[in-house]
């Protein structure tokens, strides 16, 4: 029951909030740190998971996520530098998202919209990927601003990059192998990830699938 009346509410919001809303939505730019170091950093990546060598994508999907962090100041930090600079994955490529979006709806882009990313295994030579501020915990708390903006700009990213075809979450890497796109050299180089949600996913593709992009 509880699931259901919060369903409700989204859709409420949602409907009137999206024909209110502009086609094309505000971003913000607050980039990260690019330097020639962190291409550097990227076409080893590439070339170690995808078998060729490359800074930057031609979109043919979109990958949304939750930060698991409440702060979008601290997700901005983490995503910042060009490398890890400790734990296991101490001098490679940083995680980043060319996305942002904050608990009220703001989108902050944080990277070239075709930068290759480190936010997918797998999907990142060919995704742009969109990080929503919340999911602390596992928690399903994305709001409806979030959603609203989500909509609005994969609708923004869709209509100027005709190549872009499938929207999933990157808890459904797995379901997403049959579009055809996962490119993977590193053995076990897998992790499940909850996220952004499933009633978030839901919502956006009941949205969104009628306008002709392909879920999962």
Not at 118 to 136: D, F, L, S, T
Not at 200 to 216: I, S
Request: glycine share 8%.
């Amino acid at each position: 029951m509880k699931r259901f009346l919060f369903l409700i509410i989204f859709a409420q919001i949602l409907f009137f909030g999206a024909v209110q809303a502009a086609e094309i939505p505000k971003i913000i730019d607050k980039p990260i740190k690019w330097t020639e170091h962190r291409e550097r950093l990227i076409e080893e990546y590439a070339l170690e998971h995808y078998g060729f060598s490359a800074t930057s994508i031609t979109p043919r999907a979109v990958v949304v996520h939750w930060t698991a962090m409440g702060n979008c100041e601290g997700v901005y930090k983490y995503f910042y530098n060009e490398e890890f600079t400790s734990g296991i994955d101490a001098g490679t490529l940083n995680v980043a998202s060319h996305f942002l979006i904050d608990k009220d709806g703001t989108i902050y882009r944080l990277t070239p919209e075709t930068a290759l990313n480190r936010h997918a295994i797998g999907y990142n030579w060919c995704a742009i990927g969109i990080e929503n501020v919340g999911g602390v915990n596992g928690k399903e708390d994305l709001t409806a601003a979030q959603l609203l903006a989500n909509i609005n700009l994969i609708r923004y990213l869709a209509e100027k990059y005709s190549t872009i075809e499938y929207v999933f979450g990157h808890m459904q890497q797995v379901e997403a192998k049959a579009s055809g796109l996962f490119i993977e050299l590193v053995p076990d180089y897998f992790a499940e990830k909850p996220d952004p949600g499933k009633i978030f996913m839901q919502l956006l593709k009941d949205y969104l699938e009628p306008e002709g992009l392909k879920f999962f």
